[in-house]
């Protein structure tokens, strides 16, 4: 079955969708993500979600691509389209198309968003009671983690160095030791 994915106003088969090379988020990983899990066919903790995605846009000051209600509406939709029980929706805002330039754009650009969903089924009760292994490193990817940017080559190679340990993940730990996030 055909995944569909929501690029910038069209519902589209997403093995056709297709961003503007020159968008700041392909260009300069200038954007915000969010990931929401899906069970049951509901988006957990989505006014959570929807609250960082705000903050998150606001401190990078990218103005939304549309109101939370409907992008709400549209992580819906793309749920029941792509007949998704248990599974991800990954959201992604970006400043733009633009012509390459590190300053934001001086003309008014209006911010992308993609949304896509897949299915992912709830690990078994034996995986939950098994456990995960993982690895810890020292957080260094920079000093604002209430950001979710779409600049995850920290989170890549982190991931990559716990697959390379025989592990399933990496959690980025404080100086105090404390888990900060995990690498996927």
């Not at 700041?24 to 959570?48: F, H, K, M, S, T």
């Amino acid at each position: 079955m055909s995944r569909i994915a929501y690029v910038n106003g069209s519902y589209v088969l997403q093995s056709d969708a297709a961003v503007n090379v020159e968008d700041r988020g392909y260009q300069l990983a200038d954007g915000v993500y969010e990931v929401i899990a899906v069970c049951d066919r509901g988006l957990v903790d989505c006014d959570a979600h929807m609250d960082r995605l705000q903050r998150s846009l606001a401190s990078m000051r990218i103005t939304p691509p549309s109101s939370r209600a409907n992008i709400v509406r549209v992580m819906e939709r793309i749920v029941r389209r792509n007949h998704i029980r248990a599974g991800l929706i990954y959201l992604q805002v970006t400043r733009g198309v633009a012509p390459r330039n590190h300053a934001f754009p001086t003309d008014e650009v209006e911010s992308s968003l993609v949304i896509t969903g897949k299915h992912r089924p709830a690990p078994s009760e034996e995986a939950v009671a098994r456990g995960a292994r993982i690895i810890t490193l020292l957080d260094t990817r920079w000093s604002r983690p209430d950001i979710k940017t779409i600049s995850l080559l920290p989170n890549v190679l982190a991931k990559q160095q716990a697959v390379e340990a025989g592990a399933f993940e990496t959690w980025f730990t404080d100086e105090k030791g404390l888990v900060t996030e995990g690498s996927s």
